[in-house]
């Protein structure tokens, strides 16, 4: 399952910076994802908050997902959000964003004692 597998990147991730970041909690995590990542973003959520129920340091946490719009770029020098036919000469854009999921922050809680 094509969400399950992103929820459980995203976790993964972010498990990895809070260690290294001496977390005790993480309390949010902070993700982008494009519009043409082709994810729907709810079920990601849902499968994290499924994933975390296992984990302690996740406790309660929150995923907080950031919507990226596409854009291009094109030989012509067109740049914007037209995915498909470039408005200037007719060709086909490349895609510099919009396909992305990643991790870009996280919120934690670190106990000094
Ligand atoms: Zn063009």
Known sequence: MHEYSIA?????????AALEN?????????????????????????????????DPLFQG???????????????????GAEKYVCPRCGRLPDIVAGREIMVTNIEIEVNES
Request: proline fraction near 3%; charge should be negative; include cysteine.
């Open 8 to 16: 459980y990147d995203i976790y993964a991730t972010a498990r990895r």
């Open 22 to 54: 001496r977390a005790d909690h993480v309390t949010r995590v902070h993700v982008d994802v494009g519009e043409l990542a082709m994810v729907n973003p709810e079920q990601v959520r849902f499968l994290f908050e499924v994933i975390i129920e296992e």
């Open 61 to 79: 946490a929150k995923l907080a997902c950031r919507h990226i719009e596409a854009r291009v770029q094109c030989p012509c020098g067109y740049e």
